[in-house]
């Protein structure tokens, strides 16, 4: 028993050796990891900096401040190597600390360390005294545009597309005169420009309005933050000052870039400025640029801490779709967290702008230009977090301009009632990223069914083949209204409704676009015209007194007419006609509607609903309504014309009641027989609405007389006798009889 209990025990001491071991483990450091040395223990927090590895040998540190803190009074440099490095701060400016650092060959590429508080160790590295001989970086790109930017938008396109650098180098002032030629071909210059740019980080000492002045060859350009300052577009020669306006700078450090688009081997460009207070203009002091790059901050860490978070970020390219005002700025973030524990970390962020993301590097898109705050939290497996929080700067933007197309299609313009509606969007275009859209409609305002359908779709762009998104297919006399939009990043970039609308029409088109009918609100509408009859055919309308006016809208019955001679004037049917009305005591009105031709963006048989309410008019009279061969021409089917011409005759009848008479075509077009069914489709709209017909194509058809006689088929003319006869036709239906003319 005894020997029993002893194993027992061995076996239980085993258990709790072996878990006391994994939590220690788990608490250490991971296998290979030190923790870091803290070098100056009267400081409390440092700063982790990453230098690029084509710094200079000087950089700017800067370092925001939290406002529990208390303004440091002593700093101290290190290298990855613990080395002391020369450091200074150079500006006093609330909430962030500004220093001069050396970056020796040594620390380029690496990270280096702020220590910052109350006190550190006595100094043994040598003070930076006097300016850098590299103080300002040097960019080289090659561009394929041969012609000089005519202005800061154009120079701002030639070097988003530009390409990659070619050449990075240093310099020490804001000046270049460059005298070797570029290799030859044959003798000539290298057929190529070139942009040259020269930045630098510029120390303002004092705050007020700065004007730079910049001399160049061709086009030359200076900004200050992203901000132009003084632009001198086209091609000129050197040896003058373009003076830019007045610039209000705070005190502080500012990014100026001057930029200089020339041909290849002959860069001649330099800045100067003038101060507030003086007339003349200077060059930049070599004590005022302060270093040509400025290291990345990775994190601040603290020495009470095991967890720190940090995180990098650069903008990228902005860009707009082309007919939308929304700007779109891609931000990339990168953590830089270190956890001394060596344990696994999860990273969730906060962008500032309402969403979210997770994962050590994303890419978050903003919507317009601002300034955001974004935060990353960062837990670890042992349960330790800790959150870092750093100010997104992206109030200066130049976006690119993408093309873009959202169209809803294959939505007839009029239809009847019963007839099926199936739409759909298409979508063309984006940028080089591909990006996402959101497609999302609601079939709302359904008459006759209180249901309502919503959808959303997902869809990537594509520049090379459209992208089609079926929406619901209902018949048009059961939807009301169809809206959609398209989103981009929870941004609306495209939207737009369908509107599908009975008689008496209570939205009336306004506008043709392609073959899309809108109204003066920018509502696409689906015209639904009366179709069904009642028991028998409604009764001609009639007036008790003669018209005062007669408006005759047409499209074939203005052309010249035939003669032994030739083709002569329009004028004989139209005098003919005007001396019938004449007789009953009308005025007469001709409209002949402009060919379609002058509209090139727009569906010629469509133009109609808007040209014809426009000619006739509020006034309430006859209209003569002798159309139909611009939808003839236009291949139109006979049940399409139809619905044309019913959705056509409801519009002149709401709500100004004009009274309606229909002309057909006449046989002098081919195939006749499509001539013959747009009179039947005349005969069935007029005897639902009542309206009278002149029906040229029976008239002519079974008249005594030979065709030929009456109409130039080869030519699609009339003659002057078949002239004559239209405008009887015409008047006759008109007045219910043959005028006599005086």
Known sequence: MQGLSFLCFRRAARVLCGMGLGVWLGHAPAHGAELPRWLEPDCRRRAVFAVPRWAGSRVVLTVP??????????????????????????????????????????????????????????????????????????????TEVKAAPASWARYRYMRATAGPVRNRSLTHAFSMRETERDRRRGGRWKAGRMI??????????????????????????????????????????????????????????????????????????????????????????????????APDLLRIEQIDGTLHPGFTWEQEQAYVFRGSTAVFVPVRFEAATANWLGAKTECTWLFGDGRAGSGSSVTHVYNGSGTYTARLNVRDALGFRAQSARSIDCTHVDPTHFAAAFLLTDAPAVCYPVDKVAPSLRLRGGNPARPRVFVEW??????????????????????????????????????????WRVKHEARVVAQGVLAAVPFPFAHRPSRIAGDRMYDAAGRQLVLMPRYRAGPGPAPVRSESAPPARVVCVTDFLGAPVSTRDGPAGPAVFRRTLESLVGAEGAR?????????????????????????????????????????????????????????AAALADL???????????????????????????????????????????????????????????????????????????????????????????
Not at 615 to 643: N, Q, Y
Request: proline fraction near 7%; include cysteine.
């Open 65 to 142: 401040l939290t406002a529990d803190a208390e303004r440091p009074a002593a700093f101290a440099l290190f290298d990855g190597r613990n080395k002391r490095l020369s450091c200074r701060a150079e500006l006093d400016v609330p909430a962030r600390l500004v220093m001069r650092a050396a970056a020796p060959r040594s620390v380029r590429g690496r990270e280096c360390v702020l220590y910052y508080g109350r006190a550190v160790s006595p100094e043994d590295a040598p003070d930076l005294a006097g300016a850098a001989a590299d103080s300002v970086a040097v960019y080289r790109y090659r």
């Open 442 to 483: 609601d079939a709302a305002a359904v008459r006759g069914r209180p249901e309502n359908r919503h959808g959303r779709q997902v869809v990537t762009l594509q520049e090379d083949a459209p992208v089609r998104v079926a929406l619901p297919a209902v018949p048009a006399g059961v939807l009301g209204a169809l809206d």
């Open 196 to 293: 040259t740019v020269l930045r630098s980080l510029v120390l303002v000492e004092r705050p007020g309005s700065y004007r730079f002045a910049i001399d160049c060859e061709d086009a030359g350009f200076v900004s200050v933050d992203g901000r132009l300052a003084v632009a001198w577009p086209g091609e000129h020669g050197p040896g003058d000052l373009r003076l830019g306006a007045p610039f209000e700078l705070a005190a502080g450090v500012h990014l100026v870039e001057l930029a200089n688009v020339h041909w290849e081997g002959r860069a001649r460009m330099g800045l100067r400025w003038q101060c507030p207070g003086r007339e003349d203009t200077t060059e930049l002091p070599r004590a005022n640029l302060l270093a040509a790059y």
């Open 588 to 644: 007469l009105e001709f409209v002949t509607l402009p060919r379609w031709e002058t509209e090139p963006l727009a569906f010629g048989p469509l133009l109609k609903f808007v040209q014809v309410p426009a000619a006739v008019g509020e006034a309430r009279s006859v209209v003569v309504l002798a159309l139909g061969m611009t939808d003839f021409l236009a291949r139109v089917e006979p049940a399409a014309f139809e619905r044309s």
């Open 652 to 742: 002149l009848e709401a709500p100004v009641a004009h009274r309606v008479v229909w002309v057909t075509l006449p046989p002098v077009v081919w195939p006749e027989q499509r001539a013959r069914d747009y009179a039947a489709a005349v005969q069935r709209v007029a005897v639902l609405r009542g309206n009278r017909v002149a029906d040229l194509f029976s008239v002519f058809r079974g008249h005594a007389q030979s065709l030929d006689r009456l109409l130039d088929r080869a030519q699609s003319r009339f003659t002057e006798r078949g002239a004559r006869l239209a405008a009887q036709t015409v008047a006759h239906a008109v007045f219910g009889t043959v005028p006599q003319r005086k």
